[in-house]
T-cell receptor, first 114, second 113 residues
């Protein structure tokens, strides 16, 4: 079965620091990859997605992610975080093998200190 | 108006009671999903449906049932609620094209006492 691992459970950064959140998935075939963000008290919103093509994808609010197939990774990055980036971040994957189920990682809670 | 609407938004119920959570969408998508979110566990799939006649169990379906009354409506039921079903529940919808993202409802916070 497909699975997603997010090793950073809680990350605390100061404003303007650079961010990288790790995401690894288990399935070796064709996958679609997503990062979602959940602001406090809100539902999940899409940050960015990768289906094919350029492995470096750019999303909203200055976020980007790089798909590295050889490492089964899809890490999320932002050069300079803001206090408003405080949220929980979820990596997700779907694939034909997974019968179109969207499988989520356990999430990373990001706290930005002003 | 929200594209994916969940009702109720918050609910407190007693152990042993039956409760239904409802999800409706205006996006016209055929795939609908129910997830539960627990701290430290992320989102786990309960049930999903590809159309009105196609219902599938997810990874944690025990204790839950679903009904796809129409393309736009997908309800989740707890036949006899128990305290460890206290969680945040999300409905999501997606098209049949795998190269598209899922859209989520606002969530239902359920507390079983």
């Amino acid at each position: 079965a497909q699975s997603v691992s997010q090793h950073n459970h809680h990350v605390i950064l100061s404003e303007a620091a650079s961010l990288e959140l790790g995401c690894n998935y288990s399935y070796g075939g064709t996958v679609n990859l997503f990062w979602y963000v959940q602001y406090p008290g809100q539902h999940l919103q899409l940050l960015l997605k990768y289906f094919s093509g350029d492995p470096l994808v750019k999303g909203i609010k200055g976020f980007e992610a790089e798909f590295i197939k050889s490492k089964f990774s899809f890490n999320l990055r932002k050069p300079s975080v803001q206090w408003s980036d405080t949220a929980e971040y979820f990596c997700a994957v779907n694939s034909n093998f997974g019968n179109e189920k969207l499988t989520f990682g356990t999430g990373t809670r990001l706290t930005i200190i002003p | 108006d929200a594209d994916v609407t969940q009702t109720p938004r918050n609910r407190i119920t007693k152990t042993g009671k039956r409760i239904m959570l409802e999800c409706s969408q205006t996006k016209g998508h055929d795939r609908m999903y129910w997830y539960r979110q627990d701290p430290g566990l992320g989102l786990r799939l309960i049930y999903y449906s590809f159309d009105v006649k196609d219902i599938n169990k997810g990874e944690i379906s025990d204790g839950y049932s679903v009904s796809r009354q129409a393309q736009a409506k997908f309800s989740l039921s707890l036949e006899s609620a128990i305290p460890n079903q206290t969680a945040l529940y999300f409905c999501a919808v997606r098209t049949s094209n795998m190269n598209t993202e899922a859209f989520f409802g606002q969530g239902t916070r359920l507390t079983v006492v």
